[in-house]
């Protein structure tokens, strides 16, 4: 017989040790025994059972928030770098940010969107390239992974402005050893759990699992520390700028029932020695005939 022993465990990020700072999104928890090697433990799992995550972190943040270009017609060319305030941006918005750091740099750049497809269009008085390796907005412009050279001084996005931001968040620990893969990578990973970004920037996004699918089985039989990474789609580690969030575990215990067990082996013992002993012969009780004769037979 075995029964589960479940530990609820809760994180908040304000008292854990952050790894990298106000961005908050790399935690340590020093606990001490949370799990130790016993001998009747069969299996033990972990699981993320709820979360309260801030939706403080930025569309335009450390990770997409450069353009790197060079005039193609000027010699030498030479690679210029800008970059785009953090924050929440709109179309209209992110079109004014973009155009202001080219001014920075004296440039006159005219950036406009096709209302229905989506797609910028750059213009300038010479042609020029956006150069995706130092580029890290590209996506968000609507580039793809290359190098895009513009023709006749314009520059047509192929595909539409992608403001969604962060959809998903990656709930990582490399402390709590379990076995997960990725398509990042094509191979494992440490996500614990993922959790969709369903509320507008400034709110809460509230996660309540509601299936075993979120419960792994642990490959470490010691416990004494927690680590919590917190990343978006791209394993990024999001800036949540400061603002705590909170995480519930279950930490669950696949014990062996020794009580039971042993109940239950004094019970075959028992059963066994009923079978292999023969049966007691009831006396039959003699008639007035059959006791007359014994007494004849002893005179």
């Known amino acids: ?38 001998t009747h433990i069969l299996r033990s799992y972990i699981s993320v059972v709820s979360a309260q995550i801030p939706v403080s972190f930025y569309t335009i943040n450390a990770t997409n928030n450069s353009i790197t270009y060079i005039y193609v017609d000027y010699s030498p060319s030479i ?17 004014s940010a973009i155009v202001a750091a080219f001014a920075t740099r004296a ?22 390239s956006l150069i995706y390796s130092a580029t890290s907005i590209m996506i968000v412009l609507g580039f793809t992974k290359i190098t895009a050279v513009s023709s006749s001084f314009i520059l047509i996005a ?9 959809k998903v968040i990656s709930v990582k620990s490399s402390i709590l050893a379990i076995s997960a893969y990725t398509s990042e ?5 440490n996500t614990l759990s993922t959790i969709p970004v369903d509320m507008p920037s400034f709110n809460l996004v509230s996660y ?51 009580i039971i067990n042993n109940l239950d082996l004094h019970k075959v013992v ?23 004769l014994e007494l004849l037979s002893n005179t």
């Open 208 to 258: 309540v699992s509601n299936n075993d699918l979120d419960k792994h089985i642990l490959r470490v039989k010691h416990i004494d520390a927690i680590d919590i990474s917190l990343t978006d789609e791209n394993e990024n580690y999001i800036d949540f700028n400061n603002i705590d969030w909170t995480l519930t575990l279950c930490l669950s215990i696949e014990r062996e029932d020794l």
């Open 107 to 128: 440039i006159k750049m005219t950036i406009t969107i096709n209302k229905l497809t989506g797609k910028l269009t750059f213009s300038t008085i010479s042609n020029f």
């Open 79 to 95: 690679q210029t770098t800008i970059t785009i305030p953090y924050g929440n941006y709109n179309a209209t918005s992110l079109i």
């Open 1 to 38: 017989m075995v029964f589960f022993d479940n530990k609820i465990i809760t994180l908040n990020s304000a008292y854990g040790s952050k790894q990298n700072g106000t961005m908050s999104s790399f935690l340590q928890f020093n606990f001490q025994g949370l799990l130790k090697e016993e």
């Open 158 to 166: 192929p595909y539409p402005l992608n403001l969604l931001g962060i």
């Open 270 to 292: 028992r059963d066994t020695t009923e079978i292999l002993l023969p049966p007691e012969i009831p006396l039959k009780e003699l008639t007035q005939n059959e006791k007359d």
């Open 185 to 189: 990578t094509l191979g494992f990973s």
